[in-house]
């Protein structure tokens, strides 16, 4: 298995502060072919189902506010939100999606907090 | 707008069956794979299984293999999760998930989750 792992575990950042999140894969997710990184990242608050941020590793989901970034290559990947916003309290999850026939896993989750 | 609802969860005992199902609505269903996205209490996502378009290509996480089946009927706009042999450990949140559009390998991101349906497998 690919074996994701995030840093930190958990975050506190002031209001309008940058927040930045970091996700490390056990081998490279970089398909030499397309030159694509087959890297996700996720938001999920209290009581909801997670929602995706960022595909590819730094394609924004239509309807993501753009202060929300994500960046990285092979094996090492930044989720950055740059002026942090009440609305996004929650914990993050990053995502690799190239593995097979091993399938798909998870980071264990970032918890971010309002300091 | 995309709707996946689940349905099915409930309190099983250990080594007992269950089934779950995902209606989908408000898109075309039979033209993306689907996936089951598991979350026990307080904890992080765990892939379960997915399957593509028409079936052709199914994967199982290896917690599950053997003992959960995924299917779906295009027919119904509907994935299932056959789940047998249930341990204490396979409690959790179970989420359907939308994935690769047709001509996409298996594998790939999520646009679209449903609210889940709770598994609770105890004596």
């Known amino acids: 298995d690919i074996v994701m792992t995030q840093s930190p575990d958990s975050l506190a950042v002031s209001l309008g502060e940058r927040a930045t999140i970091n996700c490390k894969s056990s081998?490279?997710?970089?398909?030499?072919?397309?030159?694509?990184?087959?890297l996700a990242w996720y938001q999920q608050k209290p009581g909801q189902p997670p929602k995706l941020l960022i595909y590819?590793?730094?394609t924004r989901e239509s309807g993501v506010p753009d202060r929300f970034s994500g960046s990285g290559s092979g094996t090492d990947f930044t989720l950055t939100i740059s002026s942090l916003q009440a609305e996004d309290v929650a914990v993050y999850y990053c995502q690799q999606y190239y593995s097979t026939p091993r399938g798909i896993t998870f980071g264990q989750g970032t918890r971010l907090e309002i300091k | 707008e995309v709707q996946l609802v689940e349905s099915g969860g409930g309190l099983v005992q250990p080594g007992r069956s269950l089934r779950l199902s995902c209606a989908a609505s408000g898109f075309t269903f039979d033209d993306y794979a689907m996936h089951w996205v598991r979350q026990a209490p307080g904890k992080g996502l765990e892939w379960v299984s997915g399957i593509s378009w028409n079936s052709g290509s199914i994967g199982y996480a290896d917690s599950v293999k053997g003992r959960f089946t995924i299917s779906r009927d295009n027919a119904k706009n509907s994935l299932y999760l056959q789940m047998n042999s249930l341990r204490a450990e396979d409690t959790a949140l179970y989420y359907c998930a939308k994935g690769a559009p047709r001509g996409e390998w298996l594998f790939y991101y999520f646009d679209y989750w449903g609210q889940g349906t709770l598994v609770t497998v105890s004596s």
């Open positions: 081998q490279s997710v970089l398909y030499s072919s397309n030159n694509k990184n087959y």
């Open positions: 590819w590793a730094s």
